[in-house]
């Protein structure tokens, strides 16, 4: 296992980074005639975002994995929803908090809801903006309200966000939201769950048995470094407080492998 001085460092040359892009992205936009960002090989489907983006994001830059994958998150939502009789085109409002460069809402885009996302990472928004016409980005502060009103959404997922929150920020999101969802609204969840018990340590073992939540790297919120892992006990009794877990599909986010798929229903 690499120390935390290792991650620390990564954490940093990748904020670094992120920097230069912004400041990259920024002389771009304003250049004339100067292109924005990588084409897809396809004139069909938005622009890729950029490598470094696409490594922050979703911790590889290989970009046939990102659209493939981001296709499978989305194939995961419709049926997870669809098991419960809801099916995706039927729903007015949807929200991708953690959005990151938009691998998944991409796949929305032809939903006629109305399209959100969001994410603390500004860089990425910033893309998303740029680039994802069919939906409205904005930032959030690591915790703080988000900036929608309560009752929004019929639809919020958050595939593999709370697998990066620290504990103290966990109680903090579930209950942010759950107050943007509509009442009866839906939450989708991607969690760390079983499958990742053989990545942990036997002390975090003894307490991901006990149902306890595991994290690690909690000081480098905010970067895929700070890793969360759910007992699905944890899920049931403390996690899901205020929403019926309507299903618990292990490893059913196939677009976020290997991790557990929650379907979560606002009380
Ligand atoms: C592993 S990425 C997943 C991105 C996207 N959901 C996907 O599946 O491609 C985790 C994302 O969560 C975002 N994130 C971490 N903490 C956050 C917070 N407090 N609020 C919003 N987004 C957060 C990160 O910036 C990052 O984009």
């Not at 990259?24 to 975002?49: F, I, V």
């Not at 998303?128 to 639809?155: E, G, H, I, W």
Request: hydrophobic share 40%; net charge neutral; aromatic share 6%.
């Amino acid at each position: 296992m690499r120390s935390l001085d290792s991650r620390e460092r990564e954490s940093r040359l990748l904020t670094e980074e992120c920097h230069r892009l912004a400041n990259e992205n920024h002389r771009l936009k304003t250049a004339s005639g100067a292109p924005r960002a990588p084409a897809l090989p396809t004139g069909e489907e938005p622009p890729l975002p950029p490598e470094v983006l696409r490594l922050m994001v979703a911790g590889t830059d290989d970009a046939l994995w990102f659209v493939e994958a981001g296709r499978r998150a989305a194939e995961s939502l419709t049926t997870l929803l669809a098991k419960h009789g809801v099916a995706l085109h039927q729903l007015h409002s949807i929200l991708d908090f953690g959005c990151g460069c938009g691998r998944v809402i991409r796949h929305l885009r032809h939903l006629p809801a109305e399209l959100h996302g969001c994410d603390s990472n500004p860089v990425a928004v910033e893309w998303c903006a740029d680039n994802l016409p069919f939906a409205r980005f904005a930032v959030n502060a690591l915790q703080s309200p988000l900036d929608y009103d309560a009752n929004s959404f019929d639809l919020v997922c958050a595939l593999s966000v709370f697998t990066h929150l620290p504990e103290r920020l966990q109680a903090h999101w579930m209950s942010e939201m759950r107050r943007v969802l509509k009442p009866g609204g839906l939450l989708v969840v991607s969690l760390h769950g079983d499958a990742l018990r053989g990545k942990l340590t036997r002390a975090e073992r003894a307490d991901y048995r006990a149902g306890r939540l595991v994290v690690r790297g909690g000081d480098l919120v905010g970067t895929n470094h700070c890793a969360a892992f759910h007992p699905p006990a944890f899920v049931r009794s403390d996690f899901a407080l205020g929403f019926e877990v309507l299903e618990h599909a292990p490893e059913g986010a196939t677009g976020n492998p290997p991790q557990d798929a929650w379907l979560l229903r606002k009380v």
